[in-house]
């Protein structure tokens, strides 16, 4: 078993690169995603908090939960560690996902000029990208109007994966972005959810980038003695291209990502749910 296992492995393992190009970061967009049918182990409604980084071309759609929540343990660990610097006494690294096992771990890199989506799943600290054409979502503009924040949105429906959706867009932000999956408008979508409200995406907020917005405490990249390919640990936890855009402003594909379809994916996460340990045994070799 353990060989099929790491033969599968290996006839996914080639990191490849994509023809998309890295975008400037332009906004930020906050959303909150309600989701009724998912309830989570204490029996609440999943409530999340995401974020949309907005640039000219691209995209990307991610948990602001899990990134706030994993610089918070970054910063707790470094605490730890200098409170013991000088002790000689080694700093136990001690990794509990209980709070946030809960939160979203895909993300969705849409490139609007080439039409692409790439879906970023996460398997032990693994990235796989799961490219495919963008969907195309046959919206019905309305003439209906209202406004969030003071942003003059107008009204757009459409069915999309078996489902009406309601959409409000921003004619005057030129992206074509949204939430989750939902594109393709002539403006930003501020908000958006299915018919009955069962899955909602509501507008939070949204600001201008600006450089220096965001900085990493430390930066292994830029030490001296920085060797090419090193990277930092926090950027394995929230995903090298959430990494890219939250600190750097710059919206690409994640770096050592593996490339895979759908099928296949569900395929190596049913693996590594039936026996976690013997999973990753089997990708690294041991």
Request: contains cysteine; aromatic residues 12%; charged residues 25%.
């Amino acid at each position: 078993m353990k060989i099929a296992l790491i033969t599968f492995l290996a006839f996914f393992s080639s990191t490849i690169a994509f023809a998309q190009k890295p975008d400037e970061l332009l906004a930020r967009v906050r959303y909150t995603y309600i989701n009724s049918n998912d309830t989570l182990k204490t029996g609440k409604v999943r409530n999340e908090n995401m974020l949309l980084f907005l640039g000219k071309n691209a995209s990307l759609y991610t948990s602001y939960d899990k990134l706030r929540h994993e610089i918070a343990e970054d910063q707790k660990f470094r605490a730890k560690a200098m409170s013991k610097a000088g002790s000689g006494q080694p700093v136990a690294i001690v990794m509990d996902n209980s709070g946030s096992e809960w939160m979203s771990t895909s993300s969705y890199l849409y490139f609007a000029k080439e039409n692409k989506l790439f879906t970023k799943e996460v398997i032990a600290l693994q990235s796989y990208l799961i490219e495919e054409q963008a969907p195309k979502i046959n919206w019905k503009i309305t003439r209906d109007t209202t406004s969030f924040s003071g942003l003059s949105c107008k009204k757009a429906v459409a069915n999309f994966e078996g489902k009406n959706w309601i959409a409000w867009y921003a004619p005057s932000l030129p992206f074509q972005s949204g939430p989750w999956k939902l594109s393709g408008l002539p403006g930003l979508i501020i908000d958006a959810y299915e018919e009955n409200k069962l899955i909602q995406f509501q507008f939070a907020g949204i600001e201008n980038a600006k450089e220096g917005d965001h900085q990493r405490v430390d930066d292994v990249t830029k030490r001296a003695d920085a060797r090419p390919g090193d990277y930092n640990a926090l950027d394995q936890l929230i995903g090298r291209d959430v990494g890219s855009a939250f600190f750097e402003n710059i919206i690409k594909l994640p770096v050592g990502a593996v490339k895979t379809d759908r099928e296949k994916f569900d395929k190596l996460k049913a693996a590594f749910l039936k026996d976690p340990r013997g999973f990753v045994r089997a990708r690294s070799g041991y």
